[in-house]
């Protein structure tokens, strides 16, 4: 990976040290159920330019930093050694949103599949203390709003659909794709990795209360 970055905005160092965090978020989150088969996908930003993505069909208790593909924000690889996730352009549009994020994770956890087939077109979480793992939120008494999308093979329009949601939503923390999973984000990759524990959480206790 080293060979394609010195004419660009990022150093080999930095490429290194985001694709160890790509890494170890997909050993843990393949440990946790998260990530069945191959599926999810995690990115990381590089620079204002560029992002470091899991590479398509990898799974990913077994990453390994040759797993990674450097895009830039139109989702354009730099080599075509690798080929990166079908979902980059919903990751890229998140970093060209919002300047400050760091880190993108997309999972496909029961919880998070079996809440986004039960509910419509959001699912309202409130009263819950862990609330308060989310920037802005300082109290249990709050409602956090989570968007659900349908599902689209036709990754553009589902993006598009996407951006219509947040641009009068921007303090939103993450979406749900129905039958397939989230997508939460973060300033770091220990924010990302912060909220997306948050939400499982709060996804299982959604799911104990259907149950009871």
Request: charged share 20%; net charge negative; hydrophobic share 40%.
């Amino acid at each position: 990976m080293s060979a394609v970055v010195n004419t660009l905005n990022f150093t080999p160092e930095t490429l290194h040290k985001r694709a160890r965090e790509l890494v170890l978020a997909g050993w843990s989150f393949y440990d946790k159920g998260w990530v069945p088969a191959t599926s999810g996908n995690f990115s990381a930003r590089l620079s204002d330019d560029y992002v470091a993505i899991t590479a398509s069909g990898r799974n990913k208790g077994a990453l390994t930093e040759d797993d990674i593909v450097v895009v830039d924000l139109a989702g354009q690889p730099l080599h075509a050694e690798l080929k990166s996730s079908a979902e980059t352009l919903l990751h890229t549009a998140l970093y060209r949103r919002f300047p400050d994020m760091g880190a993108v994770l997309h999972t496909h956890s029961m919880n998070a599949t079996l809440l986004s087939r039960h509910h419509g077109s959001a699912l309202h979480l409130e009263g819950y203390e862990l609330l308060k793992a989310f920037p802005g939120v300082a109290t249990h008494d709050t409602q956090l709003v989570i968007p659900i999308f349908a599902n689209d093979q036709d990754i553009p329009r589902l993006q598009r659909r996407v951006d219509e949601y947040l641009d009068p939503h921007p303090a939103t923390h993450g979406y749900l794709i129905a039958g397939h999973g989230l997508y939460t984000w973060g300033a770091t990759m220990a924010d990302a990795r912060r909220h997306l524990e948050a939400f499982e959480f709060l996804f299982q206790c959604e799911l104990h209360q259907l149950k009871g």
